[in-house]
């Protein structure tokens, strides 16, 4: 279970702060995918860092399954990320000197594996299951936009996360490519029995999830 | 808005950037300027030592025997001279020993200088002119003893002597003269106490003595031997005037008018050389007188049938016999069995011989080898004169000290054994009536054939009127006569030199080493490395405003156009830089002067350098380095072109990705070509079909290619493996393979890392060790010792009697000194040609190599001319060979010939070029790494043709039996107390090679140093492309973050990255420098090289500090906000 209590995020200028988000809640179960819609620079993916542990929030409290990553250390807090959360940015973001199975293999490289090979197995296997058998050994810079972005998500899922989180995941793909991607998300999240939250300006994309907010304002508003 | 308006701004807004490119800039500018003020500033340190050590003296004028003091008004008197010439100072100018008696010290190659008032005005400075025994010492031999005021030093010279030490006359147990004095105290350097001819960097050892006192003692009362001249500004030729003031007295020329009519024609030494012997006989031609020539030599006996008359002169006389034609006919030989020898009539009644009688004379000769030798020659009576006319003229015989000035026979005091026991009373009463008239007359043939000497083959001319004269006509002609021989033999031919000694020395101030061009090539890396930052610096700049050279694409900037705008950037940015780097340059030039004063000392032996700041150079540096860095950022400039708009305008370069499947396999296979062709080369080298040292600096220098061609290959592989694991190992390997994003830069890295390597190790193949003295074919040639003796040793000292003679008994009976081994060397003493002297060798110091020598054939040759399997077997029997044009064969040392003279075996030299007797050499060898690098080494008969005038060994070359090298103290010892009296100085051959080992292996040392700091100018650069990496992958690392890395993990990433490329980098550089040196290596035993080790140390370093800067670029990246995509 996710819950986000009364977040609030703002940045220091020398204007003074600015507030990005504030007194903002949320909760979302497992098995749940929510999409939070909003215009450029409304605060979607400071939001979406703040659930992922990877930006503090200036105040409030962000859970998952009952721990608060904030609480945690730096080198606690690194491997809560590596095993509970999965990132899809809209920029792959990809590693071009590595393959994609590589690529997918990147975050075990700091986790202390069950048995030698299992992790590579489960890479061949996402890949597999993102219908990029065939290009394990490609590398960013061979494969189209499409299936640079399936890499990423299968980079993302590879630690089995419990909370996958997407900042504009179809930001940088045509319409078919982003449907395509669209639609693997759902039905990963379905298989895997993930909490997923994506942010989009997209309506489209966001009408394929269960729940939809708009941030307005600093706050979520159902959409 | 204009064109340079841009530029300007561009300038402005990204300042930051090209402040590092200004840095990059101004380091080369400071380190190129600053290289090239260092060899101004020693140019000018050398001229500034010769010109204050010179005084008020611009030409010299010296002499082999000395002149009159007179000849200084003579020659001033001469028309233009005076105006010339604002000042003469005669001088007497010896090489000596001193011995500092309170404390023993003594000190060899002391210039011995009498000096009168004259001296001290002609310079120009306020001192008091030593008089009586009194002597001042230079600063620099005053500190060496120690010396106070009132202490005593024994000065000891070679004596000057008009007869030839190494003649039958000469008096070879007195070559020197010791002389007793006070020591007033050290003459400051402002009074002229470092008066030098000779121009050296090292500290002056010189004592200044009263002139009379020098000249009485040496018996030289009015004479001098050097003559200094100060200009005046006028130009005139001093060597047409020398000439005409010069008379027969500053030859030692005599011409007397005797009582028979005729003229004597002598020289002070007894012997009148050939050229000055034939000169006479053409003047006399063209007078009309006619000739005698004369050759009186002592017969030991004169022996037939069993009755001898022992110590006869005998004179050979020319057919003309002075007139006497009786004994003309007598004389002529009619080539029936032995020469016809006419005896008077004394001798004749006292050996009861007649008309055809056989007899035999024995004498002495003295051997050019260096020996007293016995012979005989068989004559036929053919005539009996009376005691009468040309038969009783004493003054047939020349003055020999000891022997025509003695009363009787038994005072004779020659410096040669004569047995007393030999005369009787009648040979007494003989001496009484007729003094030194010769008994016996020969041919002038034959008396040529037996006694010629190297000084000459006549001991006197006899010129005769065709008719008689009167006494005031003969003494005319006399002065005619003289005159006209005066002018015929000239200065040159008469020993006396005219030097343009400020010129020469200046001239040798450019110095044998251009430090310029030196520290230049030392700083290669330095500058290269700042270049390279140049460069880099420039290119992160560029690449940090793609995005605006896209902006100006999209909006029609051409190409051109915005290369003209970043290189109008860089012009400016690289003036700013060159200007900071000239200041720059002259702190760096100041470190540099300071090096060579301190920590390279051992390279210029001197800490008299200072700097002296050129303008020129600087600009000329500053110039240099702004077009180097041009070049640099045009080439950076030129790769905009490769860009398209649409890349530009996302801010990315070429994809990286997409040369990695390009020239994968062209670069294994030259890793593989390389390997293979290194092998065989290596193959080739240990088959000796290929020289050790290139075949080995070769094969490393492919090993290197083939290493680093590997690399390329290794970074742009695609079949890496799965990445697996988890940890710090798995996470190492992650970061090695993000080596391979950015192949060009990592392998950049990697390369400068292993070529810097290769070459801080590789260079120490050159250093040099100095190796068993035993060893004939080493650099010391066997010989343990080397002696040098400021006197000659006229006798051989490799001869038994020679070393009898001199007091190295090396028998049984003197077990310290018994198998030890001494070969004489003749020496021309002159400037030092080794590489401890930084001037110029105008006047090289020259060795007259012996047959022993020559057939040991010891040393190792370098390179020879040798064409013949003989001459290969040892190239030093080249020096026998016979050239067209007075041409003399030489060898050289190698390191000598290369880098001090600057020519190679085969050229032709030409030695004393500024003088009347320019010497033309044939370099046909050359000696690799020997103890003989000072001088130049021809064989000894050529040497005593172009150098008659010096007499005996003054450098001696001594081996000792293995296993004695414990005694070789002991032993150095025992030579200098025996050989005192000639100032012998002996060292070990080992410490004097080391001493030049010192000095070529100080160079490796500072291009290594130099080479070092190129290399933490490179671990800058090194640094900034680490940084730059990472901040360009920092939306990588952020996503590495977002997927749990931590920061530490993020930085092994980095570091293991680094420490890769600079591993790789040492591996690769180490391996194909240690093959290049393993020759080295195992002479060594396999010790490796030590300074070598510190660099590399260095390296490592380099690469830790360059991981820590980008370690700490990761902790201050924004990661969040880098994972935005904007």
Redesign the interface.
């Known amino acids: 279970m996710l819950v986000a209590a009364q977040l609030s995020k703002h940045y220091d200028t020398a204007r003074g702060p600015v507030p990005i988000v504030d007194d903002l809640s949320l909760e979302v179960a497992r098995g749940e995918s929510v999409a939070i819609m909003g215009p450029s620079g409304c605060g979607k993916?400071t939001l979406l860092?703040m659930l992922?542990a990877?930006?503090r929030p200036s105040s409030g409290t962000v859970t998952l399954d009952g721990r608060n990553p904030y609480a945690l250390d730096?080198?606690a807090q690194?491997?809560?990320?590596?095993?509970h959360?999965g990132?899809v940015?809209?920029?792959h973001?990809l590693?071009?000197?590595?393959?994609a199975?590589?690529n997918v293999?990147?975050?075990?490289?700091?986790?202390?594996?069950p048995r030698?090979?299992a992790?590579?197995d489960r890479a061949r296997m996402l890949l597999d299951q993102m219908g990029l058998a065939s290009r394990l050994?490609h590398?960013?810079?061979?494969l189209s936009g499409g299936e640079r972005q399936r890499v990423a998500v299968a980079?993302a899922l590879i630690?089995q996360p419990s909370l996958l989180l997407c900042?504009?995941p179809t930001?940088n793909l045509d319409r078919a490519s982003a449907d395509a991607i669209a639609g693997l998300l759902v039905s990963l999240q379905g298989t895997h029995d993930t909490m997923l939250v994506i942010v989009t300006h997209s309506p489209t994309l966001a009408a394929r999830f269960s729940r939809r907010y708009a941030l307005t304002d600093r706050r979520l508003v159902s959409a | 808005m204009t064109f340079g308006h841009l530029a300007l701004r561009g300038l402005s807004y990204h300042r930051r950037t090209h402040l590092a490119v200004i840095f990059g800039v101004a380091s080369a500018v400071a380190v190129l300027a600053g290289a090239l003020l260092v060899g101004t500033s020693v140019r000018a340190s050398l001229s500034g030592l010769v010109a204050a050590r010179l005084g008020h003296t611009d030409v010299v004028i010296t002499a082999e025997h000395p002149f009159t003091e007179a000849l200084t008004e003579r020659l001033l008197d001469q028309p233009g001279v005076a105006e010339a010439f604002r000042g003469a100072a005669p001088v007497f100018a010896l090489e000596g020993v001193a011995t500092h008696q309170p404390s023993g010290r003594r000190a060899g190659n002391v210039s011995v200088y009498g000096v009168d008032r004259r001296f001290f005005d002609f310079h120009g400075v306020t001192a008091d002119a030593p008089t009586g025994g009194d002597v001042w010492l230079s600063p620099g031999l005053a500190e060496e003893f120690g010396a106070a005021t009132d202490d005593a030093l024994v000065v000891r010279v070679a004596r000057p002597t008009d007869i030839p030490l190494d003649s039958l006359h000469g008096r070879k147990e007195e070559v020197g003269r010791a002389m007793r004095l006070r020591v007033l105290g050290p003459l400051p350097r402002e009074a002229m106490g470092e008066f030098s001819l000779s121009p050296s960097q090292g500290p002056v050892r010189a004592v200044f003595m009263a002139l009379p006192r020098l000249q009485r003692d040496l018996g030289q009362t009015g004479r001098v031997n050097a003559l200094l001249l100060a200009r005046a500004g006028g130009d005139v030729d001093v060597t047409r005037a020398l000439d005409a003031s010069l008379d027969a007295d500053d030859l030692g020329l005599r011409v007397e008018p005797l009582a028979d009519g005729s003229l004597l024609v002598e020289t002070a030494s007894g012997l009148i050389p050939d050229s000055l012997a034939a000169a006479i006989t053409g003047i006399g031609l063209r007078r009309s007188l006619e000739t005698t020539e004369v050759l009186t030599w002592l017969a030991n006996r004169m022996t037939t049938g069993g009755r001898s008359v022992p110590y006869s002169l005998v004179a050979g006389v020319g057919p003309a016999a002075v007139g006497d034609t009786a004994l003309a006919s007598m004389l002529e030989d009619t080539g029936a069995g032995d020469p016809p020898v006419v005896l008077n009539d004394w001798a004749a009644r006292d050996l009861g011989v007649s008309v055809g009688s056989p007899l035999e004379l024995e004498y002495y000769r003295w051997a050019d080898a260096g020996r007293l030798v016995s012979e005989r020659a068989a004559f036929r009576v053919s005539g009996i004169v009376p005691i009468a006319g040309i038969a009783a003229d004493r003054r047939l015989a020349p003055a020999y000290p000891g022997i025509t000035d003695a009363d009787s026979l038994g005072d004779w005091d020659p410096p040669f054994p004569i047995d007393l026991s030999l005369v009787r009373p009648i040979d007494e009463d003989y001496w009484d009536r007729y003094r030194a008239t010769a008994k016996a007359f020969v041919p002038i043939a034959v008396a040529r054939e037996l006694w010629r000497t190297r000084h000459g083959s006549v001991s006197s001319l006899r010129l005769r009127p065709s008719s008689p004269s009167s006494p005031g006509e003969l003494a005319t002609e006399a002065a005619a006569v003289s005159q006209a021989a005066v002018r015929a033999v000239g200065s040159a031919r008469g020993g006396l030199t005219v030097v343009d000694v400020r010129a020469r020395n200046l001239g040798a101030s450019a110095g044998a080493t251009d430090f310029g061009a030196y520290f230049s090539y030392f700083s290669f890396f330095l500058v290269v490395s700042a270049l390279l930052l140049t460069a880099l610096f420039f290119r992160l700049g560029i690449e940090q405003r793609l995005r605006e050279i896209g902006v100006l694409r999209a909006t029609g900037f051409s190409v051109r156009a915005i290369q003209r705008l970043f290189l109008l950037e860089g012009l400016v940015v690289s003036v700013t830089g060159a200007l900071a780097g000239a200041g720059l340059a002259v702190a760096w030039a100041a470190l540099m002067m300071y090096g060579l004063r301190t920590w390279w000392v051992g390279a210029v032996g001197t800490t008299a350098l200072t700097l002296h700041v050129d303008p020129l150079t600087l600009v000329i540096g500053a110039v240099s380095g702004v077009a180097a860095s041009l070049v640099c950022i045009s080439l950076t400039v030129r790769a905009i072109r490769r860009q398209s708009p649409r890349q530009l305008l996302t801010g990315t370069t070429a994809?990286?990705?997409?040369s990695?499947v390009r020239g994968a396999s062209r670069r294994a296979w030259t890793s593989v070509a390389t390997g293979v062709a290194a092998v065989a080369l290596t193959t080739a080298t240990l088959a000796q079909v290929v020289p050790a040292a290139a075949g080995f600096f070769g094969a490393g220098a492919l090993v290197l290619v083939s290493g680093l061609s590997t690399l390329a290959w290794w970074l742009r592989r695609?079949d890496a493996g799965?990445?697996?694991?988890?940890?710090l190992m798995?996470?190492s390997r992650?970061g090695w393979?993000?080596a391979?994003?950015r192949p060009g830069r990592s392998l950049t890295s990697a390369g400068l890392v292993a070529v810097a390597s290769f070459l801080l190790v590789s260079v120490d193949a050159f250093r040099k060790d100095t190796h068993d003295a035993g060893d004939p074919r080493g650099g010391t040639g066997g010989f343990s010792l080397i002696a040098e003796s400021v006197l000659p040793l006229v006798q051989d000292p490799a001869d038994l009697r020679g070393r009898d003679a001199l007091g190295l008994q090396f028998d049984a009976d003197d077990p310290l000194l018994a198998d030890v081994s001494i070969i004489g060397a003749r020496l021309r003493p002159g400037d030092d040609a080794s590489c401890l002297n930084l001037y110029q060798p105008k006047h090289p110091r020259v060795l007259g190599v012996s047959d022993r020598l020559i057939d040991a054939g010891r040393f190792r040759f370098a390179a020879s001319t040798a064409s013949t399997d003989a001459e290969r077997a040892n190239p030093w029997q080249l020096l026998r060979q016979t050239l067209a044009d007075g041409v003399i064969p030489a060898i050289v040392d190698a390191t000598s010939l290369q880098y001090v003279l600057h020519a190679a075996v085969g050229d032709e030299m030409v030695i004393d070029a500024d003088t009347g007797r320019p010497i033309r050499l044939l370099v046909v060898g050359s000696l690799a790494d020997s103890v003989l690098q000072g001088e130049i080494l021809i064989a000894e008969s050529s040497f005593q043709q172009v150098f008659p005038e010096a007499a005996g060994y003054r450098v001696l070359l001594i081996g000792i039996p293995a296993g004695a090298q414990g005694r070789l103290d002991d032993l150095a010892a025992a030579i200098e107390a025996r050989l005192e009296p000639y100032g012998v100085d002996v060292q070990s051959t080992m410490r004097k090679l080391e001493a030049y080992h010192r000095v070529e292996n100080t160079y490796l040392s500072t291009f290594q140093t130099l080479g070092g700091l190129g290399l933490v100018l490179g671990t800058i650069g090194l640094a900034a492309v680490t940084a730059r990496n990472v901040l360009e992958r920092r939306?990588?690392l952020?996503?590495?973050?977002?997927?749990?890395?931590?920061?530490?993990?993020l930085s092994t990433l980095v570091v293991a990255e680094n420490l890769a490329l600079v591993t790789a980098g040492l591996v690769v550089g180490v391996v194909a420098a240690l093959v290049s040196i393993a020759p080295v290596l195992v002479e060594r035993g396999g010790r490796p090289p030590g300074l070598s080790m510190v660099w590399l140390a260095a390296v490592a370093c380099s690469g830790v500090v360059a991981a820590l800067v980008a370690t700490r670029a990761v902790r201050r990246l924004p990661?969040?906000a880098s994972?935005?995509?904007e």
């Open positions: 993916s860092y992922g990877l930006e730096d080198a690194s491997a809560f990320r590596n095993t959360v990132f940015f809209q920029d973001l590693l071009p000197q590595l393959s199975l590589d293999l990147v975050p075990t490289l700091v986790t202390a594996s030698p090979g992790a590579a050994d590398r960013p810079g061979e980079r630690q900042d504009e930001g | 994809d990286p990705s997409s990695l695609r799965v990445l697996g694991g988890s940890g798995a996470v992650f393979r993000n391979g994003w939306r990588e952020a996503l590495l973050a977002a997927s749990g890395y931590r920061l530490r993990d990661l969040v994972l935005r995509s």
